[in-house]
C-alpha cells in the first residue's frame, strides 16, 4: 500500500495530520472543528480509558454523570471562570424547529426560545458545584470523589485532531474537601496519577510542575500539570489537576459543619485529562513510517502474516499458527491473523506499520519446513528468525516488555538531549531557534516578563517543575532577582 | 434510617420516583429534563454498559465516535427523520457570550451567530451516514459493524428520571452491508442480544416483536423492540433495533460497487439501548423497602454488618470477617465491609435494603461465640445463621445464583398473569382497567383503528410478536378480519 504520508523533517505538522487520518485514527467531520474518532483510534483512547479509570478506582473515586447543558448565568457566577469560557462557547437558544413555509427544510421555530440560554459544557465545575451544595451538610458527607467521563465543547478557532478540537472526549474529577490541605493532596496525587499513566502506559515521560499564573485554570487557585516533548522539540501539556482552594464553594453556597460544629466552606479540586492524549501519543512515538504504539494501549499486540501462494499453503501456515494462537491470547497478548486473501504480504506489512502494531510475524513456505517464523519489530524494525521448538510465549512477552520500554527510553533520551539551561535571553532564543525542546530559565515572576518572551519568542513557561530548586540568578529578559528556574518551550 | 418512599399500592409513581432519589441513584438538575445520575446509579450503569459492550464486541462491533452536532440541513435529508426529530430538539445557534454592557453577567454575542444552526444530536443517523459515504466504496468496505457510546438530547415535554429525559445514555449501532438479507439478520441479531442482556442480566423476561407502522423508528423500514412488563402492569420499550433498508443510503448518496461490478446503494441497521433501561430494571423487581438489584448488576452484591459494642468487639468482629472477605472476592464477589462507626446496625439494615445489596451478612457478639453468622437475601426477605466451619463461599455464589434465577421467575410469573387473550373490545377495555399487563388480541393492521384505541384507552400496540402464529379472527375495534393477534399495553 502506498502510504502517502511525508516524512516528519520535511513538514512535521502535515506528517501528523495525514498520519491520523491514513492511520484510521481520525478524520475531520462536517461539524467545523469536531472529529469523527474512527475505530481502530477509538479502541487506543479505550484502552486509555480503561487504565486510567482503573487508576481513579484505586485511589477511591466513582464514577457519576452530570448535564451536557449549563445555565448561562451559572457561568458568571465565579468571576475568573466565565473570563476564561464565555469566549469560546456553543450556545443553545432554542428547543424546536419547524417547516419552512417557503418549503426550503427546516428552520428554527421562534416561538420556542428558551427562557434562558444554555451552554454546552466547556467544563462542569459550575453545575456540579451547584449538584455538591445538595451533597453536603456535615463533615460525614465529605470528601466527595467524582469522576465523569463525558464530551465538552470549546469553541476553538483553529483547530487540529485530537491536539485542539471543538468538541473532545475527556475525564473531569470533582472532588470536595473539608479541609485545604486535603484538597491540595488529591490535587497532587492526580497529578501523579496522571504521570503514572503517561510513563507506564503511554511511554511518554512527563515534567510534573505548577503553572504559572497566566496559564492557570481559570477559577483555580493553583494548576499542577504535566508537560511532555514531542520529537519537533514542541511541549504538550497532557493533563492538568486544579487545586480550586473554596473559589466554587463560595460561588455556589457550598458550606458544610465541621466535626467541631463550625461552618466553613467546602475546599476543593477538578483535574482532566483528554482525547488530546492521542496527539501526545502520536506525536512522542511515531515515525516517518507510521504509528508506533507502546504495547501496553496497542488493540493489536501482535500481527501474523502468511506468505503463501495459493489455498493449500495458506491452510497450512493457518493450522500451523492456530497450535500457537490460542496460546498467546491465553497469556493476554492480542493476535491478530490477518489472512484476507484480497491483500498481498506486501500491503499488509505496510497497512500493520502505518498502524504502529508492535510485533509482526509472518510466516512462509520455508519457514513451513524449518518450523520458523520471522519476527519482526515495529519501533526498531529489527527481524530475525525464531525456531518455534523454543517459547514462543515467552519470547512475545519478553519483546513486548522490551518494546514498551524501548520507546520509553528513547523518548527519554530525547527530552534530555532537548532539555537546555541557558543564562541569557541570546542563549534563550538561540536555543528555541536550533533545537526547541524544554529551557530551563531564570524569571522574574511577573505575568508582563511572561508575554514579552512569549510575545517575541512564541515560547511560554510550561511550569515550575515541582522539584524546582532553590537557585539565585537574575531573570533572562529583566535581569530582575530570580529565586528559581522555570521551563518554556513552544507549545501546543 | 428513615426511607421515606411511600408503598407501590399507594402511588406506584410517587414510589418511583422517591425510589430513584432515596437510594441514590439519581436527581433532578436545575436544567429542565436533565438528570444527574449519581455514584450509585452510575456504578450499575457500568456495570451494565460492560456486559452489553462485552455483547457487542463477541458479535464482531467496534466502538468509535460521531460528533455532538448535526448540521440542521442533515436532518431533513431523510423526510420521516426530520418529521420524527426536529420538534423536540436542542439547537444551538451562537459560538460566542459576551459581557451586557448593563453589567448584567453574560448576554450572548449577536455576532458570532452560526451560519446554520447545529443541532443536539437525538441519534446520530444522519451524521453517521454522511461520514460513512467516504468509508464506502466496493463490497469490500462492507460490513461497516460500528458502535457509539453517546448522550443524545431530546427536548421532551414530560420528563421522568430515567424513563423520560431530554438527555439520556446510550449506546447507538449503525451499520452497512452490501444486502438486505444481511441487514435484516444484523437487526434481528442485535434485537437478539438486547432480549439476553434483558433476561440474563436484568433478570427482566421480554417479547421480542415487530412494531406496527406508526411505532417505528422515523426513517426505518422495520422496528424489532424488547417489551418488558412493569410491576403495575405497564409495558416499557426497553430496546429498539432498526432495519433502515436504503432509505439513509439514498439519503447520503452512500453506494457500492459490488463484486460483480455493479453500483448499489448501502442497506442500514441502527440499534440502542439507553439509561431507560435503568428505569426497567427498578421497575420490574423493587418493593416497598426499595431496590431488589439482580446480582450480576449488582454493584456491591455482599454486605457486611458488624453488630458490636465498643471497639474491642469491633475489631473482634473485623479481624474474623477479614478471613473470609478474601475468598469470596478471589471468587468474583463484590463485598463492602460496613464498618462505619457514625451509624447504627439498623441503619445499615434499612440503607443497604433500600439500595437492593442482594446479601446481607450479619455479625455479632453471639455469632462470634458460636461461630455463625446470619444470612439475609434482600429479594425474599429469609434468613439463616450460617456455621462457619461450612463452605461459605459455595455458599453465597450458590446464594448469588438463586436470586438472580429466583427474581427473573418472579418476573416472568408476574408476566404470565399479566397477559390476557381477548376477543372483544369490552374485555379488551375490563382487562387493562382490572389488570393492566399485555392484552393479546385481533387488530384489523390499520393505523386508524390503533389510534381510536389508543385515544380512547390509552393501550398503545407494544409489538406483533416475532413468533406470532396465524390465526384467523375479527379486530376487537373495526369486526374486520385478521390474521394474527398483536400486544397491546399502556405503556411508559
Redesign the interface.
Known sequence: MSKGIPKRSEDYSLWYNELVKKADLA?N???RG??????Y???IW?KMQAEIDRMFKETGH???????????????KEADH?EGF??????????????DENGN??V?DPEAKLEE????RPTSET?IW??YK?WVQSY?DLPIL?NQW??V?R?EMRTRLFLRTA?F?WQEGHTAHATKQEAIDESVQMMNVYAQFAEEFMAVPVIKGIKSESERFAGAVETYCIEALMQDGKALQAGTSHFLGQNFAKAFDVKFTSKEGKQDFVWGTSWGVSTRLMGALIMAHSDDQGLVLPPKLAPIQVVIVPIYKGEEQLNAIRDKVNEFIPALRKAGVSVKLDDRD?HKPGFKFAEWELKGVPVRLAMGPRDMENNTLEIARRDTGEKETFDLSNDLVAKIEGLLTDIQDSIYQKAVAYRAEHTTEVNSYEEFKEVLESKGGFVSAHWDGTAETEEQIKDETKATIRCIHIDAKEEEGVCIYSGKPSSRRVLFAKAY
Open positions: 478524520e467531520s462536517p461539524v469536531c472529529m469523527v474518532i474512527k475505530p483510534g477509538f479502541s479505550e466513582t464514577n457519576a454523570y452530570f448535564p451536557l447543558f449549563i445555565p448561562k448565568s451559572y457561568l458568571s466565565v464565555a469566549k469560546e462557547c456553543a450556545v443553545v437558544t432554542h428547543y424546536r424547529l419547524k417547516n427544510g427546516v428554527v440560554e444554555l451552554i454546552v453545575v451547584n449538584t445538595n460525614r467524582v463525558a464530551n465543547v469553541w468538541e472526549l484480497t
